[in-house]
Structure formats: C-alpha cells, structure tokens
C-alpha cells in the first residue's frame, strides 16, 4: 500500500464522541434503519477523514476496509455552525447495510466549530431519493 492511500489518511481508531453519537442517532431516528443500526451505534469505532477539519468521520466494524464498498445514503440533515455557515450532514451505510460513514460538509470548506444541540439539528426529508419509499400520508 503507498503513502497516497486513503487508508493512510484516516486518523486513529476512536470511540464516537458525545455530540458525535447525538447527532448521529437524531439522523438515524429519521431513517428506515434506525432498528437494525441504533442498538450498534454507541459501541462502534471511527476515524476522522482527511477533510480539512469539517468533521467526517468513517465508521469501522472490524471489516477490512477493501471489503468495504459506498451503499446509500440513509439520512441527511443541515445546522448552521457557530460563525453562521451553513454545514450539511449526510449518513451512509455500506452495500451490507451497515453504517459506512457520516460526510460532513461546511459549504465555505473551513474547519466545524461544533455541532449544534440535536433540537437544533434540521433533519432534511427525501423519501423516495435516499433508497426507502416515501412516507404513505
């Protein structure tokens, strides 16, 4: 494996922060998964992706990570962060259904200063794009 491999650039196997894990079970809670993946979520490990500061992380589950491949998206929410911009948030899982990753986007690129309260979390509804049919009124 070379230097330039993605797998380099991730950081250090850690636990799921506080406001990590908070965030994370409000998407899931919007989700079809949140059955399946809500009980796993506090136990799981993850490494911070190389994105400038913006918060992604990459969720491991013991699987090598060449076995893993980009599934769906399953949940995508947006907050603004403390200096007023805009941030997009986007949980994926993998092809076996299992948590893959959470994308974290700051439209202007600079590091996240912090999540907000989940309260202030702003779950954004895409049924029948995110793989799940839409909700029956």
């Not at 994926?92 to 202030?120: H, N």
């Amino acid at each position: 494996m070379s230097d330039a491999s993605p797998v380099r650039k991730l950081g250090p196997l850690r636990d799921l922060r506080a406001d990590e894990l908070a965030i994370i079970k409000k998407m899931l809670a919007a989700s079809p998964f949140e059955a399946k993946l809500a009980p796993q979520v506090s136990a799981m490990k993850v490494q911070e992706m190389p994105d400038g500061g913006m918060g992604s992380i990459k969720f491991f589950n013991g699987r090598p990570r060449s076995e893993l491949e980009y599934g769906k998206e399953i949940a995508e929410a947006a907050f603004k962060d403390a200096d007023g911009v805009p941030v997009s948030l986007s949980l994926r899982v993998d092809k076996a259904g299992d948590l893959f990753e959470l994308d974290v986007w700051k439209v202007d690129f600079s590091p996240l200063i912090g999540y907000p309260d989940p309260e202030d979390l702003e779950i954004v509804e895409r049924h029948g794009q995110l793989g799940f049919p839409p909700q029956k009124s």
